[in-house]
């Protein structure tokens, strides 16, 4: 099982989804930015190291949201760690693994086409306060 730490970065009361590379597995559906941990790595460790590497954004990582596990078909399951996260500066960097990123309400979560291991947590989003 793939251990893949996820972040909800709220800025404004704006939520961060990002959209992968059309280049990439599940190229163009749009996602909450994170990715694989590493060995001896802590899911707050890889959700700070992924964002400054595919986003060159540093990243605040706060409570924990939830876990949830995943199969895509043919693949590896996967297990995620989601965490609430903020941001001092909301424009990234880079976009090295992504086309491009948006701030959405959670109301307009709903006109986003996500990457189906994602759908759940937009779900839950949907319903949830946010954090300040």
């Given at each position: 099982?793939?251990?893949?730490?996820?972040?909800?970065?709220?800025?404004?009361?704006?939520?961060?989804?990002?959209?992968?590379?059309?280049?990439?597995?599940?190229?163009?559906?749009?996602?909450?930015?994170?990715?694989?941990?590493?060995?001896?790595?802590?899911?707050?460790?890889?959700?700070?190291?992924?964002?400054?590497?595919?986003?060159?954004?540093?990243?605040?990582?706060?409570?924990?949201?939830?876990?949830?596990?995943?199969?895509y078909q043919g693949l590896d399951d996967f297990h995620f760690d989601t965490y609430w996260g903020t941001c001092d500066n909301p424009t990234p960097a880079k976009l090295d693994a992504h086309e491009q990123i948006a701030w959405v309400s959670q109301s307009e979560l709903d006109n986003y086409e996500f990457c189906p291991a994602d759908k759940p947590l937009v779900k839950e989003l949907k319903t949830m306060t946010l954090p300040d």
């Open positions: 099982m793939k251990k893949i730490g996820m972040a909800v970065v709220v800025h404004n009361g704006k939520i961060l989804i990002a959209q992968r590379k059309k280049t990439m597995k599940q190229g163009g559906l749009w996602e909450f930015p994170g990715g694989k941990i590493e060995p001896g790595e802590t899911p707050v460790q890889c959700i700070q190291r992924e964002f400054m590497e595919e986003l060159g954004m540093t990243v605040h990582v706060g409570k924990y949201l939830n876990e949830m596990n995943y199969t």
